[in-house]
């Protein structure tokens, strides 16, 4: 095969084919196709070779890459990528160049990538349409089940709060033992969507209390130890509206209205727990029932400054909280007081914020 | 003259190809051509008295289909980092990037771009993560390529720090 049948073929391949001067320039093999032309016009008639680098910036980076392959003589081809380039017109061209080694030759080919390339252009614009769509969807059950979520919330609160209308205890008192469970719950390390449940499974640790009669929900003095048995039911009573669902929430709730008196040594009620045997769920809400009492005034005894509330507290640890526990809760303490401040009302409220969207930061 | 070598960095769909369309040739198209390898174009800008001219590589996004060739990199002033507002993996695909780009070429100034400002209400990344991001020492700004807002301060913020450089 001569040469001119081979610049034939590569002209019917749409590629050009040059040999790289010593000078730094390129001498054309063989017929220039006319696409070629549009870029280089003075490529026809032109004795000394063509400086691509100084048309194209991208030709001149990858000058540097072909250099390094021709001078280590290395095998096969080296290829660019694609590129695109404008014509004078402004239509746009994609090619690719590639270096490669013929006979102590150092040759560059640029081809013109054509339909080949609409073909991957195509399939990969339909691949990032449908991530883009799939992350869409992702995005949008993250955005619903965020807004169901709230209005389980707000329900479920409304509800608690109704039960509770009778005892002094207000829906702001509902609210932040939501908040203080959650926060302890995550200090813990608990899962995100079990320190969400929990938030909402606190508020219902009173909710047996509807059980009781009035006169001795909302008598003023010291309760008689028969009326202070009577009381002590509304842990069970809570336990039996909660019991046997399926719904994880619901679950936790169970264990909390129940378990929220028990004591770390045992001494607490219905069933005189210790340690462990009591759900996790219902020692973080104990520290949670006591502190809120304690810094909150309510008919039977005026607030205590917080202090003072430490104190009473700190005589607690080991024998009515899990230690654990209450170190965790004088860590976050400054959270609680947060909570305590946004929430000192005693007014329902119910109405949930938008809760924050979560943070994230650089891994 | 001075001529500067910038690349545009960022996951695909952030907007990249229509930063550069919107501050070279003042236009935007809401339909998504997803960009099929290296695109360069120029601008000349003036700063300080100063004529620079800026070669804007405007590379394909980065996904599991196309990848960032390393030596496309070399010899940039600078770059952006593109990150889509809307789109939170786009951040971290953002860093991917930056790591990769200063391994290869080292520490060269660079600016990350908040595109998209104009779909605020449907951003995933929150004023508090972009205003960490300053207090880190990053140049952020925050852009739209569609209505225009930010995009010549961004590349004239990057070059600036390009000369400072
Ligand atoms: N609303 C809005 N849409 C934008 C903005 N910037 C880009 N878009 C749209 O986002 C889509 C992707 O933009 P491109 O510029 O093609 O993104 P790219 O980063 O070059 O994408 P690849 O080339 O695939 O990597 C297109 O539909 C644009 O119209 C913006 O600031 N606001
Ligand atoms: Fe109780
Ligand atoms: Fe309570
Ligand atoms: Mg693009």
Same mark, same amino acid.
């Given at each position: 095969m001569n040469e001119r049948m081979l610049a034939d073929l590569f002209n019917h391949l749409e590629t050009v084919v040059m040999e790289r001067l010593d000078d730094g320039s390129f001498r054309l093999v063989g017929c220039v196709p006319n696409w070629f032309k549009r870029f280089y016009p003075e490529a026809v008639s032109r004795k000394e070779g063509l400086r691509l680098q100084d048309n194209s910036p991208f030709l001149e980076n990858f000058c540097i890459d072909a250099e390094s392959f021709w001078v280590g003589k290395g095998a096969g081809r080296l290829k660019s990528g694609t590129f695109i380039e404008m014509d004078p017109l402004g239509d746009e061209y994609a090619m690719e160049a590639s270096a490669l080694c013929s006979r102590e030759k150092k040759i560059l080919l640029i081809e013109l990538l054509g339909t080949a390339y609409e073909d991957r252009k195509a399939v990969l614009q339909k691949a990032r349409e449908n991530v883009l769509f799939r992350e869409y969807l992702e995005e949008e059950v993250c955005r619903r089940t965020a807004k169901i979520r709230l209005r389980e919330e707000e329900i479920a609160l409304r509800l608690v709060w109704a039960t509770e209308s009778?005892?002094?205890?207000?829906g702001a008192h509902i609210r932040r033992i939501g908040l203080y469970s959650e926060a302890l719950a995550k200090a813990l390390g608990w899962e995100p969507q079990q320190a969400d449940d929990i938030r909402i499974a606190a !508020?219902?640790?009173?909710? /047996?209390?509807?059980?009781?009669p009035d006169k001795i929900l909302s008598k003023a003095g010291k309760l008689t130890s028969e009326e202070f048995e009577i009381m002590k039911k509304h842990t069970e009573i809570g336990a039996k509206i909660l019991e046997?669902?399926?719904i994880p929430l619901l679950q936790m709730a169970k264990e909390i209205a129940l378990?929220?008196?028990?004591k770390w040594d045992g !001494?607490?009620?219905?069933? /005189?727990l210790t340690g462990k045997a009591i759900p996790e769920s219902a020692r973080i809400v104990a520290i949670g029932d006591v502190y809120d009492a304690l810094v909150h005034s309510r008919i039977y005894k005026p607030a205590k400054p917080e202090a003072n509330a430490l104190v009473t507290m700190t005589h607690g640890n080991g024998k009515h909280f899990d230690p654990k526990i209450f170190e965790c809760f004088l860590r976050i303490l400054p959270t609680f007081r947060i909570i305590r401040q946004e929430?000192?009302?005693?007014?329902?409220?119910?109405?949930?914020?938008?809760?924050?969207?979560t943070l994230f930061r650089r891994p | 003259m001075i001529k500067k070598k910038i690349c545009m960095l960022?996951?695909?769909?952030?907007?990249k190809t229509s930063l550069v369309k919107r501050f070279v040739k003042g236009i935007f198209s809401d339909k998504y051509l997803s960009s099929v390898g290296v695109k360069i174009d120029k601008k000349k800008v003036i700063i300080e008295q100063q004529e620079v001219d800026l070669l804007l590589w405007d590379i394909h996004g980065e996904d599991e289909f196309q990848k960032v060739q390393r030596?496309?990199?070399?010899?940039?002033s600078g770059y952006f980092l593109v990150?889509?507002?809307?789109?939170?993996?786009t951040l971290n695909t953002a860093f991917t990037l930056q790591k990769r780009t200063e391994e290869t070429i080292g520490k060269v100034p660079f600016v990350l771009i908040f595109n998209k400002w104009d779909l605020k209400d449907e951003w995933e990344i929150d004023d508090k993560t972009m205003d960490d991001l300053s207090k880190d020492g990053l140049m952020v700004v925050k852009t739209s390529?569609?209505?225009?807002?930010?995009v010549e301060e961004a590349f004239l913020t990057l070059t600036r720090e390009i000369l400072e450089a």
């Open positions: 009778r005892d002094k205890d207000t !508020s219902m640790h009173d909710i /047996g209390k509807i059980g009781i046997g669902s399926d378990g929220h008196h028990e !001494s607490g009620y219905p069933r /005189g929430f000192h009302g005693t007014e329902t409220m119910l109405y949930l914020e938008r809760p924050q969207m | 960022g996951a695909f769909a952030v907007g030596s496309y990199l070399r010899g940039s990150v889509d507002g809307a789109r939170r993996a390529a569609k209505s225009g807002q930010g």
